[in-house]
Nanobody
Framework: QVQLVESGGGLVQAGGSLRLSCAASGRTFSGYAMGWFRQAPGKEREFVAAIGWSGGSTYYTDSVKGRFTISRDNAKNMVYLQMNSLKPEDTDVYYC???????????????????????WGQGTQVTVSS
């Protein structure tokens, strides 16, 4: 089992940057593939970025490619989301999520599915002003 705590959200002007962090409890962090999702009030939670167990495989939704970077540090039980060139439409609550995920091949086809992830953080608010 793993517990997740996000931090790093806040208010930033359009074009600015934020770095979200997700701290994971437990001694088996490297056994989880990790994802970042976001959700606006009244909308479904949507995929943002994901990273495989070793950090060698990363995945992004099209709207953030080239602007966001996901990374992980298994020695520190941390996953990060560096967000650059932020836009007002990036305003959302951002959630960190973990899954044991199955094989890499299977994960590479399903990383974007909310239902794949077993553990979720409480979320951190990101607000981008125009």
């Amino acid at each position: 089992q793993v517990q997740l705590v996000e931090s790093g959200g806040g208010l930033v002007q359009a074009g600015g940057s934020l770095r979200l962090s997700c701290a994971a409890s437990g001694r088996t962090f490297s056994g989880y593939a990790m994802g970042w999702f976001r959700q606006a009030p009244g909308k479904e939670r949507e995929f943002v970025a994901a990273i495989g167990w070793s950090g060698g495989s990363t995945y992004y939704t099209d709207s953030v490619k080239g602007r966001f970077t996901i990374s992980r540090d298994n020695a520190k039980n941390m996953v990060y989301l560096q967000m650059n060139s932020l836009k007002p439409e990036d305003t959302d609550v951002y959630y960190c999520a973990a899954t044991t995920g199955g094989s890499l091949a299977w994960y590479s086809r399903n990383y974007h599915r909310v239902t794949l992830y077993d553990y979720w953080g409480q979320g951190t608010q990101v607000t981008v002003s125009s």
